[in-house]
T-cell receptor, first 118, second 114 residues
Framework: DSGVTQTPKHLITATGQRVTLRCSPR?????VYWYQQSLDQGLQFLIQ???????AKGNILERFSAQQFPDLHSELNLSSLELGDSALYFC?????????????????FGSGTRLTVV | GDSVTQMEGPVTLSEEAFLTINCTYT??????LFWYVQYPGEGLQLLLK?????DKGSNKGFEATYRKETTSFHLEKGSVQVSDSAVYFC?????????????FGRGTSLIVHP
């Protein structure tokens, strides 16, 4: 158990629907990152939240959104789903260092949510 | 932007063979470098890391040295086991607006036969 909890583990839904993926970071970690993993694109960074605020954005579609709540858990909302959205969605958490210092730590990943759009 | 390129797989080896998985990076500064491993059905796990030039990261018999002159961070293991079969990802951090974002290579699948 990495300490990062993602639910649900599997999700099957139809095109056009909306789903919510949930992530609880490791205790003490303030940053949450969302990644999409697919066979053709590899691991794509979607978005980062730090202590409730959006910190960085990657290749996240407009149909996707995320938020981080006061208890630091995060949700990734995927709407108007398409077949191509089928993928593994990972959440990772980290302890952020002070700005400007070397980042010595790795990131702790959850076991992912496998989304299948049919 | 900063990026990582790693060798395509799958890499297929017999047990006790020597392993090398190549990784090179492109970065404007001096990023921290990482290797992660993903076992079937699981998330990524940090395998080892190096934060500055000439640092050697090591864990579970795996090693990688941060080579600034060749912008490389190749993963090596002297004698692989069947249990090492997994997908290996090279990664670096890039800095944006005071935050650090991990960027991953495409992953290299390792298959070890008995």
């Amino acid at each position: 158990d990495s300490g990062v909890t993602q639910t649900p583990k599997h999700l099957i839904t139809a095109t056009g629907q909306r789903v919510t993926l949930r992530c609880s970071p490791r205790s003490g970690d303030l940053s949450v990152y969302w990644y999409q993993q697919s066979l053709d694109q590899g691991l794509q960074f979607l978005i980062q939240y730090y202590n409730g605020e959006e910190r960085a954005k990657g290749n996240i579609l407009e149909r996707f959104s995320a938020q981080q709540f006061p208890d630091l858990h995060s949700e990734l909302n995927l709407s108007s789903l398409e077949l191509g959205d089928s993928a593994l969605y990972f959440c990772a958490s980290s302890v952020d260092p002070p700005t400007g210092t070397v980042f010595p730590h790795g990131y702790t990943f959850g076991s992912g949510t496998r989304l299948t759009v049919v | 932007g900063d990026s990582v390129t790693q060798m395509e797989g799958p890499v297929t080896l017999s047990e006790e063979a020597f392993l090398t998985i190549n990784c090179t990076y492109t970065a404007t500064g001096y990023p921290s470098l990482f290797w992660y491993v993903q076992y079937p059905g699981e998330g990524l796990q940090l395998l080892l890391k190096a934060t500055k030039a000439d640092d050697k990261g090591s864990n579970k018999g795996f090693e990688a040295t941060y080579r600034k002159e060749t912008t490389s961070f190749h993963l090596e293991k002297g004698s692989v086991q069947v249990s090492d079969s997994a997908v290996y990802f090279c990664a670096l951090n890039w800095s944006t607006g005071g935050s650090y974002i991990p960027t991953f290579g495409r992953g290299t699948s390792l298959i070890v036969h008995p």
